[in-house]
């Protein structure tokens, strides 16, 4: 949650819209863009 990502490191693409996201691109996994991940986190808010 804290982490500050580096300017110099490309950004992995939201893997929803396309959109440039918040993460590393050699984060592992599906990553969200700020809006996308919002919207992930209520709906599986709901599967517990
Ligand atoms: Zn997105």
Do not use: H, I, K, N
Not at 13 to 38: F, I, K, N
């Amino acid at each position: 949650m804290t982490q500050t990502p580096t300017e110099s490191e490309p950004l992995a693409d939201c893997v929803l819209c396309g959109e440039p996201t918040e993460y590393p691109a050699s984060t592992r996994g599906a990553t969200y863009c700020p809006v996308c991940e919002w919207q992930e986190a209520q709906r599986t808010a709901c599967f517990g």
